[in-house]
C-alpha cells in the first residue's frame, strides 16, 4: 500500500524554523515528484514547493522563496521540508503530495497520495 507519513509541525515563534518530514512506504520516491502545499483556514489550498525525483531539481512558489528550502534522503525515503525565518502568514496546515513522473519539471501535476497533514502555528 502506498503511503506518505508526514511528521514535524508545531507551534513557533515568527522568526523560529521548523522541518517537516515526508516518508513514503510502499514505494521509491526516486521516480516521483513530491510536493507540499498548504491550506490556512478560510483559504484555498497552495503550492509551497516540489522536488522531481529523477533530476533533483526543485521550485518554490513567491511567498516561500528564499526561507524555505526542499531536500531528499533516497536512503530513508522521505523528503523535508525546512521552513525558516517562519511568519505568521506561514501558518497553516502542511500537506506533502506524491505522483509518478520522471521528468524534471512537476508544476501543475495532479498528485494522487497525500499525507496526512501537519499543522504548523506561527505565533508569539
Known amino acids: 500500500q502506498l503511503q506518505l507519513v508526514q511528521s514535524g509541525g508545531g507551534l513557533v515563534q515568527p522568526g523560529g524554523s521548523l522541518r517537516l518530514s515526508c516518508a513514503a512506504s510502499?514505494?521509491?520516491?526516486?521516480?516521483?515528484?513530491i510536493g507540499w502545499f498548504r491550506q490556512a483556514p478560510g483559504k484555498e489550498r497552495e503550492g509551497v514547493s516540489w522536488?522531481?525525483?529523477?533530476?533533483?531539481?526543485?521550485h518554490f512558489y513567491d511567498s516561500v522563496k528564499g526561507r524555505f528550502t526542499i531536500s531528499r534522503d533516497n536512503a530513508k525515503n522521505t523528503v523535508y521540508l525546512q521552513m525558516n525565518s517562519l511568519k505568521p502568514g506561514d501558518t497553516a496546515v502542511y500537506y506533502c503530495?506524491?505522483?509518478?513522473?520522471?521528468?524534471?519539471?512537476?508544476?501543475?501535476?495532479?498528485?494522487?497520495?497525500w499525507g496526512q497533514g501537519t499543522q504548523v502555528t506561527v505565533s508569539s
Open positions: 503530495a506524491a505522483v509518478r513522473y520522471g521528468g524534471s519539471w512537476c508544476h501543475a501535476l495532479t498528485y494522487n497520495y
Open positions: 510502499g514505494f521509491t520516491l526516486d521516480y516521483y515528484c
Open positions: 522536488i522531481s525525483g529523477t533530476y533533483n531539481t526543485s
